[in-house]
Structures are given as structure tokens and as C-alpha cells.
């Protein structure tokens, strides 16, 4: 699928099969392509080349409300007006979406907004006005639901809360697609990551896969008992970089193949041993090597 600008290709070959029930990540770099690639999936604009099917049907198709209808999107910056209160802007954008306003409670409720719906939009937060975001999204039982930056302005605990949400509507069959830079919650709460660099697929699969797939080095601490860091140190294998932290702490580097031959090792042969620590590399680290090697999945 291709979808040009100007000349300029902002989808380019893009080829992705998600499956229903999947949260998938979507990241790249401003102008990666991951807003065209929303707007493709919404309908609101065609590819150039290819084809796309959401729910089995072409989201553009003229006259197919029941597709359009079954879609859910909370864009990064939504605007409402303010002289509405949380319930009466829902209550506008369920008869849009044709949904009845007798569920508008009930969803309202369900993002944390039943003590705010009859207070104006003006004297919403940020927070509060992202909820109200999330609300409307979820109006019509979605079937597939595009969040873009949806955490933006919550605090710790409507994280928390929200991606319960996820949780519940994975479990429930629905399709998530999260656009966010917040890699560190992207990588605890979705199943498939999704990278795109200059309007081109670069990297999709579970975190597991991208790993594999990256061979980035494993970081290991080993704390010991106090004044042991040395005798430990002289025990670490042949082709594991070790440093000395103190006395009693090491930072090993290896091959993410060589990870369980060396904790087998030092279980049996460094009996100084109080505490080990394994860093995978994270979403961040397989994020910055797939935009820098630029490598086709």
C-alpha cells in the first residue's frame, strides 16, 4: 500500500496484517508516516497504490457507515467546545455516531468522568479533557480502536486505569493500535510493535521477535557479598566484558545467545553470589537499532 504527497511517498509499500484482539504499537519519527497510515485505516484518505481492508471491508467504500461505524479514534490534539458539559459533548458525538445516548453514563463512568459530566468542558483538565477523548472513542463498541498519544496529560493512576481499559477490550476481540512515544508503557502493555521510518515498514513482531531479530547485547549485575567483587570477577567467562562497579557489584555485557550458558556458569562456580539483575534491551534500545540499521522486517 502506497499513499503520495506532493511527490513524495508518505506510505511507501507498506505491507501489515493485524489480527483481531492484537495491541499493537505503532512508532516511528515525526513524518514516519504513522498519521497517513491512521487516516488510510479511518477511510479519510486512499492509498495511491494497493488496497486496505479493515473488518473485511475498504474503509473509504462511499455509503459504508457500518464499517466506519465499528472504527474508534482518539486523535492527539481533539478540541471540544466549551461551553458543553462532558455529557452533553458525548451525548453529540453518540448521535453522530449513532449510538444510544442512554449508554453515554455508563461509558462516562467507565473513563472516570461520572462526578464531572455535567460540568463545562472550560473547567476540564487535561487529563479530564483526555477521558473525554477516550469516551468518545469508545462510543458503538468498536471493533477497532486507533489511540494516538492517549496517555498524554493522565496521571499515574489513569494510566493505570486506562490501560485496564486496554486490557478489558483486548480480551474482548477488539483491535488497539496505540501511536505514542511513551515507549517504556508501550512495551508493558502491547503485543506487537510496529516501526516505520520515512513512510516504510521497518520492523513489526512481538518484542521477543524484534530481539531476536536485533541480537543487541544482554546486561547482567551481579551483586556479591561485600568485599567478594574481585574473586567474582576473576570467575566470569571468557568473551563476557566485565566492570567493576565496587566491592561487591559487576556489570557483565554479552550475547543475548550466551545469556543462560552464563548464569548456569556463575550459579555453580560463584557461590559469593546475593543478588543478579537481567536488563533485556529494552523497546527504547530495539526502537533506536531498527531506525539507525533501517533493515526491512
Not at 461551553?83 to 467507565?110: N, Q, V, W, Y
Amino acid at each position: 500500500m502506497t499513499k503520495t504527497y506532493d511527490g513524495q511517498n508518505a506510505v511507501d509499500d507498506l505491507s501489515l496484517d493485524v489480527l483481531a484482539g492484537e495491541s499493537v504499537a505503532l512508532l516511528g519519527h515525526n513524518g514516519a508516516g504513522k498519521t497517513t497510515l491512521i487516516k488510510l485505516i479511518l477511510g479519510l484518505v486512499r492509498p495511491d497504490k494497493g488496497n486496505i481492508r479493515i473488518l473485511g471491508r475498504e474503509p473509504s467504500s462511499p455509503g459504508d457507515d457500518k464499517t466506519r461505524c465499528q472504527l474508534g479514534y482518539l486523535p492527539e490534539n481533539i478540541a471540544f467546545y466549551n461551553g458543553m458539559s462532558g455529557a452533553e459533548t458525548l451525548a453529540f458525538f453518540a448521535r453522530l455516531k449513532r449510538h444510544p445516548l442512554s449508554d453515554c453514563a455508563r461509558i462516562l463512568a467507565r473513563v472516570g468522568l461520572s462526578d464531572a459530566a455535567h460540568k463545562r468542558v472550560s473547567h476540564y483538565s487535561k487529563g479530564m479533557r483526555q477521558r473525554l477523548g477516550l469516551a468518545q472513542a469508545l462510543l458503538g463498541n468498536p471493533r477497532v480502536l486507533m489511540l494516538d498519544e492517549p496517555t498524554t496529560g493522565l496521571d499515574p493512576e489513569l494510566r493505570t486505569a486506562f490501560y485496564d481499559i486496554v486490557r478489558e477490550l483486548e480480551e474482548d476481540g477488539v483491535t488497539i493500535i496505540l501511536s505514542s512515544h511513551a515507549l517504556t508503557e508501550l512495551e508493558a502493555h502491547t503485543r506487537k510493535i510496529v516501526i516505520m521510518r520515512k513512510g516504510c515498514l521497518i520492523a513489526s513482531g512481538t518484542i521477543d521477535d524484534l530481539r531476536r531479530r536485533a541480537n543487541l547485547p544482554v546486561h547482567i549485575r551481579l551483586i556479591t557479598r561485600p568485599g567478594m567483587g574481585a574473586a567474582c570477577a576473576e570467575k566470569i567467562p571468557e568473551g563476557v566484558t566485565c566492570e567493576r562497579i565496587n566491592d561487591h557489584g559487576l556489570d557483565l555485557t554479552l550475547p543475548s545467545e550466551r545469556k543462560i550458558d552464563v548464569l548456569r556458569h556463575l550459579s555453580t562456580t560463584v557461590p559469593e553470589l546475593d543478588d543478579v539483575d537481567i536488563k533485556l534491551p529494552s523497546l527504547n534500545d530495539l526502537y533506536m537499532h531498527f531506525q539507525k540499521e533501517g533493515v526491512a522486517p
